[in-house]
């Protein structure tokens, strides 16, 4: 009995330390909006794996989708008190980080390509820079987000054409000030209420990215996609400073490599997924209307620099000036 007694303590012992040589130095919980289907879950999951397996399993990262970890706001705050560390934020950072407030700017950017020069070059770095010292957050990432385009039950091609158009806008003033000076009557309105609203005529129009016209089933309440393109957006993936420095530098790297490969692996996704959008939208009976660009842009910048304030005004004109 006794020699059973010392055998089972000696087995237990060495599970223990077997576990606490497998037990990770860091644990890293990863907090973001989006489902277990969506490209930026699929990105995350991506990160989780890269870095478990260059870390040596010294990093464990903890993914945590739709909302699990709170609402976009709530797990800043968790990251800012350290209770949790990453997550997915876009134009929200500009709660701290004024400069942040162009992630979501009505024709800021003419193109993809003319975003991806912006991000990628020294005016991305100046808003990142800005994130990192007010916000305490390090962005690792960004990925790009489906432009804006409008939905109607009649083509529109020109502003003109817009004529007073009922439109639901989310409640944000740029939004409101841009499509009132288009010439459209913008409602804010809750994103829930929205189809409701297009199926009884309340609202004639609304604008989103493809995806959410996909998922919210626009396409039987609307017959036309509008390729306005008037907001091209990204988001970035973000840790907490504090958390990142208390990692040795070696690991550290492992999380900037690991992130990189993440930004790659969702724009191939992102791309793929807005081909498959379209074509699964003209499917479904929408049909896609080339918009007169430059007369939007025209009619519309004049309402976006005067909602702006003279750091995001600077900031938009070095964004046109590339």
Do not use: C
């Not at 930004?263 to 929408?286: H, I, K, S, V, W």
């Amino acid at each position: 009995m006794f020699k059973q007694l010392i055998t089972a303590t000696a087995l237990g012992a060495t599970l223990f330390a077997s576990q606490s040589l497998l037990a990770a130095d860091y644990t890293l919980q990863f907090g973001h909006l989006a489902n277990t289907e969506n490209i930026w879950h699929l990105a995350a999951e991506k990160f989780k794996e890269e870095v478990e397996a260059n870390s040596d399993g010294r990093i464990e990262v903890e993914v945590f989708p739709n909302e699990q970890l709170g609402a976009e706001m709530d797990v800043i705050n968790s990251i800012q008190l350290g209770t949790a560390d990453m997550t997915i934020t876009g134009e929200s950072l500009q709660n701290w980080a004024p400069k942040a407030a162009m992630m979501a700017v009505p024709y800021a950017f003419r193109d993809s390509e003319h975003l991806h020069a912006a991000v990628s070059g020294e005016i991305g770095e100046e808003i990142e820079a800005q994130i990192t010292e007010s916000a305490n957050l390090v962005p690792l990432a960004w990925f790009e987000r489906g432009p804006r385009h409008l939905t109607s039950n009649r083509p529109v091609e020109h502003p003109d054409d817009l004529d007073g158009l009922r439109l639901r806008v989310p409640n944000v003033p740029l939004f409101v000030d841009t499509w009132e000076a288009l010439g459209a009557r913008p409602t804010p309105m809750a994103f829930s209420e929205v189809f409701t609203a297009l199926q009884q005529n309340t609202i004639e129009g609304q604008e989103n990215p493809l995806s959410l016209i996909e998922s919210a089933s626009f396409y039987e309440v609307q017959d036309y996609v509008n390729l306005t393109g008037h907001v091209r957006s990204w988001i970035y993936v973000v840790i907490g400073k504090n958390q990142l420095e208390e990692m040795p530098e070696e690991l550290q790297e492992v999380i900037f490599d690991a992130a990189k490969t993440m930004q790659d692996y969702e724009a191939e996704l992102f791309a793929e997924d807005e081909q498959r959008l379209r074509d699964d939208l003209a499917e479904r009976g929408m049909e896609f209307v080339e918009v007169d660009t430059e007369a939007f842009v025209e009619k519309a910048l004049p309402a976006v620099r005067e909602s702006l304030n003279e750091e995001q005004r600077e900031l938009l004109d070095a964004i046109q000036d590339l």
